[in-house]
Structure formats: structure tokens, C-alpha cells
């Protein structure tokens, strides 16, 4: 064991987290949260008055919890404030997010009263936003709370009669990735409601999601490095039935904040590329940068506790494929081409579409994004709006890097 009691000690590569850990250190009380990088200067080209409206969105930073925002870690959120400054400075009666993630900004967007349609290549990014995105009656709350609270009884008693509970094979290989009593508690939990039947099903599967890397041995969502935090025996099972408490809280609070006659928003699990929406009047959203994250290998806990299929040779962007620079890069251009033409599709006329990205960063070299974003909205008969963009110094490369907001109509 380190002497440093506080040291993260990363451990191989995201693609291959099978195995024990090499080594296992003390950590702190928390895992580690990743906080947003500070802004620099902005500029604005185009139209000003939405320009600064963008770049107050791009400045939204610190913790910000409102209905269902902060109920499961995502990667990358977009900022929720940001989201509901975007929104309000493109006014329209329906929104499609084809990169939804987590669903941040379907979440303002229902708050807003708008229709709402959301799509994204990740399994895990549709579970999370369908979770996020319920809108149930009081009837519903109050049976989910009983469900939760159901699922926690026949768990907690699996675990006092040592009983021998079903797991996929999938997670097996990962075990080691959980102190034993984590791993047990997650598992009868698993199996609770693995053998419940109910059309509520998919929301108690994303409040178990919500502990499924908290409770193994990554530092967080976003890193494979390895922290040790002693967790006594009964721990996970209690913070099931605290995260559940929560989530029904903060449900009932999401249907309080959404305007009546709103209908529930449509998420599918569809590649941008070819997005499966109808016709709408705004597209906000926020395409993986380019070399900056794998998304999919990110979530390979989850997809062994769930056995989901991975598409991930069909991910843009990805961070592992920028081993080859070049062609990487090239491959991202062609799919900016690609998704951009296919959202400019979707749009009616006079529809907007607004796009959220940054550059990425590899060898040494800076990615980058508002130019061919542009362009691509170009090929797709798009006009350009504004561009709005502030600098961000990455601690990690110490290297400044620029986000952009960038907003096209079709005409």
C-alpha cells in the first residue's frame, strides 16, 4: 500500500479494467469530483446580442441542483444552467438533442414546456435521461417509493441469508474492481430487480446505475485511477434507499416544474448520424470533442452489470481512436459532415440548431472544431447566426483551449 495516504495510483487502460488492481490506496472520505475548467476571455462574431447571451451560457459554472439534475454523474454534462440560458435564447415549441447524454438540457427543455426529443449511441446516456426525464402522476410517484423501497427489503434480505443471487457473467471480470461486501450488496440489489416486473423497471435500474461506479474502486466517472475508501458492511444498501428517497424527491419536484399538458419527452437510442426525431424547430447540442473522451469504454462498469452492447467502433471522436492523429481526425470531419447535414434535415424552416463544442487536444496538438463545424453547416444549407467562445487553461495540458457555441438557421 502507498505511504501517501491521499495518491491515485492510475491503473492500465480504460478499455481493459478486468483484473485486481495493481495497487490500492487509502483515499479520501469522497471520491474525487471533476470540476469544470475556469473561463478566460470571449469573443463573439455575428450576431451580438445572442452572441453574449451564449457566452454567459458558457460561463455557467458551479453546483447547481434543480429537479432531477443532479440525481446520476454523467461525463461532460453540458451545465445546466447553461442549458436553460441556451434555451431561453432560442425560443421555440420543440427541441431535439441528438448527443442527449445524461439529458441535461431535456430536462430544462420539459421545464420550458417544450417537446422534447433526445438520442444518443450509448445505452447507459438513454437509461440515465429516460430516468431523468419522467414524468409521473402522484399514483406513480408514490408506487415507485414503494417499489424502491421493495427492492431494498428483498435485497437487504438476500444479504442477511447469504443467498445465492443470479449475475451476469459479463460483470464477473470486474469483480475485483468492488471491496467484497460492495460487490455482494450490488449484486442482491442487481438481482432484486432483475426479478422485478413493473413498467417502472428502467427507473429503478438507473438508481442503481447511480452507485454502480461511486461504490467500486474508480476514482469517478471519468477515471480509472484507483482509491481505496473503507466502506462498512451495509453501506451500499443504505445508500440505495437514500438515493431512492431522493430521486422520488426529485421527481415529484420535476413534475411541480413542468407545465401541465407538457408532453413526456421522447428518447430513443439512435447514432446522430442518423437521428431518429421528427421535424422540430431547435437542435441544441453538444457532439463528443474531438480526442477528449471514450464515452462508451467510460461506462464499461455499467455495461457488464447490465450487459449491454457497445457500439463502440461507431462512436465519434473517441479519444482512443487519435492514436492515428490523422486519420482520426479526418474521420471526425466526415461525421461532423455527416450529422449536421442529418440534423439539418430534421429542422423545419426558420429552425436553429446550436452547437456546443470545444477543441480537443492530442500529441501535443490542438483539435480543431469551430471552423469545420462551420463549414459543415455550410454543406448543409445552413446559415450562419453567431459564434460565441471563451478560453479554457486545461490544468492537465496546460495549454489554453477554446469552447464554442456555435448557432446556424435553416433557411
Same mark, same amino acid.
Given at each position: 500500500?502507498s505511504k #501517501?495516504? #491521499? ?7 480504460? #478499455? =481493459? ?11 479520501d ?10 473561463? !478566460? ?9 445572442? !452572441? ?5 451560457a ?11 439534475? !443532479?440525481f ?16 431561453? &435564447? ?10 442527449? !447524454? ?14 422534447v ?11 440515465v ?31 442477511d ?30 438481482? &432484486? ?56 424527491a ?14 413526456? &419527452? ?11 426525431f421528427?421535424?422540430? =424547430? ?25 450487459d449491454? #452492447? ?28 455527416t450529422?449536421?447535414?442529418?440534423c ?5 424552416s ?20 469551430a ?35 456555435l448557432?446556424?438557421?435553416k433557411?
Amino acid at each position: 500500500m502507498s505511504k #501517501n495516504p #491521499n495518491e491515485y495510483v492510475s491503473r492500465g487502460d480504460l #478499455n =481493459d479494467l478486468a483484473g485486481l488492481p495493481r495497487r490500492v490506496n487509502l483515499g479520501d472520505a469522497k471520491k474525487r469530483i471533476s470540476g469544470q475548467v475556469s473561463a !478566460g476571455k470571449a469573443h463573439i462574431e455575428g450576431d451580438l446580442e445572442l !452572441g453574449k447571451k451564449c457566452v454567459t451560457a458558457l460561463r455557467s459554472s458551479g453546483e447547481f441542483k434543480r429537479a432531477t439534475q !443532479g440525481f446520476h454523474a454523467y461525463p461532460a454534462r453540458l451545465h445546466p444552467e447553461a442549458a436553460r440560458l441556451l434555451l431561453e &435564447a432560442l425560443p421555440g415549441k420543440t427541441l431535439a438533442d441528438p448527443f442527449c !447524454g445524461g439529458g441535461t438540457l431535456l430536462v430544462e427543455a420539459l421545464i420550458a414546456g417544450r417537446k422534447v426529443f433526445g438520442s444518443d449511441l450509448n445505452p447507459v446516456a438513454t437509461l440515465v435521461s429516460t430516468a431523468r426525464t419522467a414524468l409521473l402522476s402522484q399514483e406513480q410517484l408514490t408506487r415507485l417509493s414503494q417499489e424502491l423501497e421493495a427492492i431494498h427489503v428483498k435485497a437487504a434480505q438476500s444479504m442477511d441469508e447469504k443467498k445465492h443471487v443470479y449475475l451476469p457473467p459479463s460483470i464477473l471480470k470486474y469483480k475485483n474492481w468492488y471491496k467484497t461486501n460492495c460487490f455482494d450488496e450490488l449484486a442482491c440489489l442487481y438481482d &432484486a430487480i432483475r426479478t422485478h416486473e413493473s413498467e417502472l423497471k428502467p427507473l429503478l435500474q438507473a438508481v442503481f446505475s447511480s452507485l454502480v461506479v461511486k461504490y467500486s474502486l474508480r476514482a469517478s466517472d471519468t477515471s480509472n485511477k484507483v482509491v481505496y475508501i473503507p466502506r462498512k458492511n451495509g453501506t451500499v444498501l443504505r445508500a440505495f434507499k437514500e438515493k431512492a428517497k431522493e430521486y422520488v424527491a426529485q421527481l415529484t419536484e420535476l413534475q411541480t416544474l413542468v407545465p401541465p399538458g407538457t408532453d413526456p &419527452a421522447q428518447i430513443t437510442l439512435a447514432d446522430a448520424r442518423h437521428p431518429d426525431f421528427e421535424k422540430v =424547430d431547435t437542435i441544441i447540442t453538444s457532439p463528443p470533442y474531438p480526442g477528449t473522451y471514450d464515452y462508451l469504454p467510460l461506462q464499461q462498469l455499467r455495461q457488464a452489470w447490465f450487459d449491454l #452492447n457497445m457500439r463502440e467502433k461507431e462512436e465519434i471522436g473517441s479519444r482512443r481512436s487519435f492514436k492515428q492523429l490523422k486519420a482520426a481526425y479526418d474521420a471526425w470531419l466526415k461525421d461532423t459532415d455527416t450529422w449536421i447535414l442529418s440534423c439539418a434535415k430534421a429542422l423545419v424552416s426558420g429552425g436553429q440548431l446550436a452547437v456546443v463544442v470545444g477543441e480537443g487536444m492530442q500529441s501535443g496538438k490542438l483539435l480543431r472544431v469551430a471552423k469545420p463545424t462551420i463549414q459543415a453547416a455550410e454543406k448543409a444549407k445552413l446559415s450562419f447566426v453567431t459564434s460565441a467562445s471563451i478560453e479554457r487553461f486545461d490544468p492537465a495540458t496546460k495549454m489554453k483551449k477554446i469552447e464554442y457555441i456555435l448557432v446556424f438557421k435553416k433557411p
